[in-house]
Nanobody, 112 residues
């Protein structure tokens, strides 16, 4: 059974940083592309970043490019999202995703 457990969310002021983690189990993590998606209140789910199996290939939505960095540690079966220069519009629940599976998410709130 696939399990994805996100952590690292919280409340920060605009311009602040957070690092999200996603602990994965139940599948061979190193052989799957992984993604982060988010959902803001009242809005549809937004894809924000993906990383290929080996790590060097990364992709970002325009809304986060240059501010967010996705990475993975295949030895630890963990996916990361470093978020810098956070903006109020980044407020959302953040989920890691593999194929059709999601975790329960972690809340990120950016507010002064």
């Amino acid at each position: 059974e696939v399990q994805l457990v996100e952590s690292g969310g919280g409340m920060v002021q605009p311009g602040g940083s957070l690092r999200l983690s996603c602990a994965a189990s139940g599948f061979t993590f190193s052989t799957y592309d992984m993604s982060w998606v988010r959902q803001a209140p009242g809005k549809e789910v937004e894809w924000i970043s993906s990383i290929a199996t080996g790590g060097p290939s990364t992709f970002y939505a325009a809304s986060v490019k240059g501010r967010f960095t996705i990475s993975r540690d295949n030895d630890k079966n963990t996916l990361y999202l470093q978020m810098n220069n956070l903006k109020p519009e980044d407020t959302a629940v953040y989920y890691c995703n593999v194929d059709a599976d999601w975790g329960l998410g972690t809340q990120v709130t950016v507010s002064s």
